[in-house]
């Protein structure tokens, strides 16, 4: 790459699904413009994901679009169990344990046709991203410091250009295929049967199942979640048997929870699982996420969740680029942390959500018997990505509340601005590097002011620090030091948060003050760029 983007052109996306919906979002978070290209005319119908996880609704906090996908939703707090020989539920997992943790305590059920749109008409407020439909990728080809793209319209060919060429088109992707790049991975033999019923579980046909709820047997297993306008069953296909006919499907969700009166099929789907990882994620310019890059079990709700990931860690990367604030090398620490979790980490929980609904005992290797670290596991909370790229990271939490680490995602807790108000501490650094100084406010410690919109700076005490302190604009009220005792350290730690809410460095406190911007250089690859410095580029453009 030569230069970010010397004629600011647009990133081009290609594939409207979930994903490459919510890196739109992203991107026009961060202020850059994208183009949206889908080759279908419409947003999807299918019967796909159901399940959006905590860590995907911090995401669509970030991105501004959490109230919108949460008033359409069914919360749930429960992750239930049930012995389908007995019916009752063994092993819940109880999510209200992360309450200090986060302010989505609860995972949520939502089809995927019901969240593209709202993701789509919050998009449409931006002002930044156009959205095709009807326009398919046929080929591209790399140019100087972009992209070239010809895509198929109902006018003909077009020619686009593109500074980024995003690859979220699924598990077919074109884009993966004229990179040249192969997948490695499996496709179980096995196929799973999908199927959305109206029936009245509630008060008809009263049950008292969670609305996410495992029927573990070790002859046959089944997933039930209810919708917020159904209820669904996913379960296992007897091998080499035909296609079920809608009727099958039913039966066989039935034979799990007995007879019921005034049952209706709405929608059902049968599909292969498969665990296959693309080699390669990005060839200069052009890089790929969600299926595109990984196809993963839809297990535990993997599929879609895991794939939010990505649309968390790359456009505050790209941001950062375009903007000159970062060099290239940053970019490339996109695949570096997804891509294990997409090789290993994903498929351990897969194979482990596998095996417990088979009761096969070797199931534990991944997931233990304590509660908040199965809640932590589960939410995907407890992700840690290999930020310094020494294979340090984890999607399986086996302690409670373990101290920080770098790579860890910083926990969500409450702390006092100056202003009075509460806050949670993702609101105070989501969208920048921030540099948080756990220490004694009192003894007026070295914290740099405010003096780059890419790196803030805040001191986080128990003691309120004094009006005369000079340190009163960039303080954080931490009664009786919970935050500090939740992150696990003692003595002055400064703690450096990514834009993306992950922990990039947790260090002893130096004294000087340019240690948090000398750890941001040797992440970004440039030192902060100064308020002046861009309101003075800002002026040029104009």
């Not at 052109?9 to 961060?30: D, E």
């Not at 496709?187 to 049967?193: A, E």
């Not at 700076?457 to 309120?464: A, F, K």
Request: overall charge negative.
């Amino acid at each position: 790459m030569n230069s970010p983007n010397p004629g600011k052109l647009p990133v081009a996306i290609v594939g409207a699904g979930p994903v490459g919906l919510t890196t739109a979002l992203g991107l026009a978070y961060y202020g850059i413009p994208c183009v949206l290209y889908e080759d279908d005319p419409k947003l999807s119908l299918d019967t796909k994901a159901g399940t959006i996880l905590s860590r995907t609704l911090e995401i669509f906090r970030r991105y501004g679009v959490a109230d919108e996908v949460l008033a359409q939703a069914l919360r749930v707090d429960e992750i239930g169990e049930i012995d389908k020989r007995t019916q009752k539920s063994t092993y819940p997992v109880l999510l209200d344990a992360l309450s200090d943790e986060t302010r989505y305590p609860f995972v949520i059920n939502l089809p995927q046709h019901d969240l593209e749109p709202i993701l789509a008409e919050r998009l449409a407020r931006t002002g930044l991203v156009t959205i095709r439909m009807k326009h398919r990728l046929t080929r591209y080809e790399p140019s100087g410091d972009g992209v070239d793209l010809w895509l198929d319209t109902p006018e003909g060919e077009v020619r686009e250009r593109c500074s980024f060429l995003l690859g979220c088109d699924g598990g077919r992707s074109t884009v993966r295929e004229q990179m040249g790049v192969p997948v490695e991975g499996m496709s179980l033999p096995v196929k799973y049967g999908l199927v959305d019923l109206a029936v009245d579980l509630d008060v008809e046909n009263p049950r008292d199942y969670p609305y996410l709820a495992y029927f573990a047997d070790p002859v046959e297993w089944m997933i039930l979640v209810r919708h917020p306008h159904c209820w669904r069953f996913l379960y296992p296909l007897p091998e080499g048997v035909d296609e079920p006919a809608e009727n099958e499907l039913r039966d066989k969700a039935m034979s799990f929870i007995g007879h019921v009166d005034n049952v209706k099929v709405i929608n059902r789907v049968s599909y292969r699982v498969h665990h296959r990882v693309a080699t390669g994620w990005q060839q200069d310019r052009v890089i790929l996420l969600g299926d595109a890059a990984h196809l993963i079990t839809p297990m535990w709700a993997l599929g879609l969740n895991t794939g939010a990931l990505d649309a968390s860690n790359l456009p505050w990367r790209l941001a950062w680029y375009l903007r000159g604030w970062g060099n290239a090398a940053l970019i490339d620490g996109y695949e570096r942390e997804q891509h294990p979790l997409a090789v290993h980490g994903s498929g351990e929980m897969a194979e482990a959500a596998r095996m417990s609904m088979s009761q096969r005992s070797d199931a534990a290797f991944a997931m233990s018997d304590n509660n908040w670290s199965n809640a932590a596991t589960r939410t995907m909370l407890g992700v840690r990505l290999d930020v310094h790229g020494k294979s340090d990271w984890s999607m399986v939490v086996r302690s409670t509340r373990p101290a920080a680490r770098d790579g860890d995602r910083l926990p969500d807790f409450l702390v006092h601005t100056p202003a009075g108000s509460q806050q949670r501490i993702h609101d105070v650094c989501s969208g920048r590097f921030t540099a948080l100084y756990f220490c004694d406010a009192r003894r007026r410690p070295v914290v740099p002011p405010q003096s780059s919109p890419a790196l803030r700076h805040h001191v986080v005490s128990r003691y309120d620090a004094p009006h005369d302190s000079g340190l009163r604009d960039r303080s954080l009220l931490d009664p009786g030091d919970a935050m500090r005792k939740r992150m696990g350290f003692e003595g002055p730690t400064l703690v450096l948060v990514r834009p993306d809410e992950y922990i990039a460095y947790i260090v002893p406190m130096d004294g000087t003050p340019d240690q948090a911007a000398r750890l941001y250089e040797s992440i970004t690859g440039m030192p902060p760029p100064t308020l002046a410095a861009v309101k003075a580029g800002e002026e040029q453009m104009a």
